[in-house]
């Protein structure tokens, strides 16, 4: 079964999402254009919309992240969905139960759909494989792998101010190597047809085989930053580094920190953007993280948006009969 093919029904709608690599243009078209009709929600008084109203949503996050998590918790409540929160570092895996059974014995609880976040690649996929035909599995992150709606909700960002994918130069700065939202940001940007992607950084902090996935490498800032449209500044992954990756957070803040004199080699109108959360003063200064270029809060904003758009959805897919 192809990455494709677990994701979509037959009908060809989002049944899981967990990965961009395989899913069309058309697709990923669909999710901006939907979180654009719930963009205005967050707007409402009553900030809530019934399309899930039933449903049951279980966050399960083996790995601690404060702004993806609370995002998805929004989402699901103004979708009107039930959420369930589970704390991994209190539960049953901790005591030597197998994660398959950990999922079993939430499902057995009735859910409608998972959103995991784990430390290894291919955790959201095995257990997308294992669910029940009925449930959903949204991959909000996993090891190095993949961290589909982050690439969302930034080319989102991207489209609201520069639209037209084709003339954009985008530039991915930093810790490529251990970074899952870059690898899924390039197949997005591809996919949506844009016409030069750069990835920037220490030859320690980029994979061998990037160029694979058709981006251009630069091992030197200046160079990478000239005319671009849209910078990506990627947060230095230094709890995941095994080995001397960098000579120091001073040295690699020297030479690919993002200051307000680099910023300026980049077209006058160019966005910069950061998954979050910021190492100031080692990925970028605070002038550039605060300063009118800045989209960094609105990704957060758009954040919820797109996993609105992504919940609903995998919700619409043909899924059978529940069972009893």
Known sequence: MTKRDLQLDEHGRLRHFLTIEGLNRALLESIMDTAESFASVTEQTVK??????????????????????????????RLSADVLTVNIATSATTKGESLLDTI?????????????RHAHSGAAHFIARHVAPHISVINAGDGRHAHP???????FTIRKHKPDFGKLTVAIVGDV????????????????????IRVVGPRT???????????RIHHDLDTGLR????????RLQRERMSGGFIPSAHEYYARFGLTAARLT?????AMVMHPGPINRGVEMESRVADG???VILQQVTHGIAIRMAVMSMAMQHDSGERPA
């Open 227 to 234: 005319e671009a449209d849209v910078i990506i500044m990627l």
């Open 265 to 269: 080699l980049a077209k006058p109108d």
């Open 149 to 155: 709606t982050q690439a969302m909700l930034d080319v």
């Open 205 to 215: 902090l980029i994979p061998s085989d990037i160029e694979t996935l058709g981006v």
């Open 292 to 294: 009118s270029q800045s």
């Open 104 to 116: 079993r014995n939430i499902e057995a609880m009735h859910v409608d759909m998972f959103v995991v």
């Open 48 to 77: 809530k919309v019934p399309l899930l109203r039933g449903k049951t949503i279980v966050n399960l996050f083996f790995e601690t992240s404060t702004r993806t998590r609370t995002t998805f918790e929004l989402a699901a409540k």
């Open 177 to 196: 190597l251990h970074s899952r939202v870059a690898r899924s940001e390039i197949h997005a940007l591809r996919t949506l047809g844009v016409r030069e």
